[in-house]
Nanobody, 120 residues
Framework: QVQVVESGGGLVQPGGSLSLSCAAS????????MCWYRQAPGKERELVAA????????NYADSVKGRFTISRDNAKNTVYLQMNSLRPEDTAVYYC?????????????WGQGTQVTVSS
């Protein structure tokens, strides 16, 4: 059974930090690219950060470059998102996504999301 479980969300003051984790099971984690998305109320879900299967390449949304860092530990089947210098506009539900595209087919798994609220 596939499971993708995010944790680490919460309430933080502007300028603060949070570290999100996403633990995966039920599929071969090490061959999947991993992404963090977020969705704020009334807005579309947006890609925040992505990391390739072996961790050799990362990408970030312009809005979080220099503040957020994505990383993964394939031995622990876990991907992380370190968020620093948080702003109120970072408030959203953060989702973890595992994705693999081969031969025109896409395999994708989503977590249930974790709420991040940045407020004083």
């Amino acid at each position: 059974q596939v499971q993708v479980v995010e944790s680490g969300g919460g309430l933080v003051q502007p300028g603060g930090s949070l570290s999100l984790s996403c633990a995966a099971s039920g599929f071969t984690f090490s061959i999947y690219d991993m992404c963090w998305y977020r969705q704020a109320p009334g807005k579309e879900r947006e890609l925040v950060a992505a990391i390739t299967s072996a961790g050799g390449s990362t990408n970030y949304a312009d809005s979080v470059k220099g503040r957020f860092t994505i990383s993964r530990d394939n031995a622990k089947n876990t991907v992380y998102l370190q968020m620093n210098s948080l702003r109120p506009e970072d408030t959203a539900v953060y989702y973890c996504n595992a994705v693999r595209k081969r031969w025109g087919l896409t395999s994708s798994y989503w977590g249930q999301g974790t709420q991040v609220t940045v407020s004083s």
